[in-house]
């Protein structure tokens, strides 16, 4: 079993940036891949970035391509979402999520077995 905490989340003006964390409980931490989704109210739960276990498997969707940058710290069993230049588009509440072992990254929720309770974050125009 694996639970994620995430924080970070805030209210920021656009252009500003914010760090995303996400702890893991549970063993295997290293040997999972990670993924971080949003959802805006009234819209379906979308996909932000992922990592596979590897590290060297990245994705990120084409509207945060070169803004976010998706990271893991193993030995704090720890992945985070560094945010920046940040738009009023980007407000969402931001969930962590992960996949079982040995597992590459995925764009769709579905493939996701574990997931955090999510951390809001409000972009102002």
């Known amino acids: 079993q694996v639970q994620l905490v995430e924080s970070g989340g805030g209210l920021v003006q656009a252009g500003n940036s914010l760090r995303l964390s996400c702890v893991a409980s549970?063993?295997?931490?290293?040997?999972?891949?990670l993924g971080w989704f949003r959802q805006a109210p009234g819209k379906e739960r979308e996909f932000v970035a992922a990592?596979?276990?590897?590290?060297?498997?990245?994705d990120y969707s084409d509207s945060v391509k070169g803004r976010f940058t998706i990271s893991r710290d193993n030995a704090k069993n720890t992945v985070y979402l560094q945010m920046n230049s940040l738009k009023p588009e980007d407000t969402a509440v931001y969930y962590c999520?992960?996949?079982?072992?040995?597992?590459?990254?995925?764009?769709?929720?579905?493939?996701?077995?574990?997931w955090g309770q999510g951390t809001q974050v409000t972009v102002s125009s």
């Open positions: 549970g063993r295997d931490f290293s040997s999972r891949a």
């Open positions: 999520a992960a996949r079982h072992l040995y597992s590459s990254g995925t764009t769709y929720p579905s493939d996701y077995d574990y």
């Open positions: 990592q596979g276990w590897s590290i060297t498997n990245t």
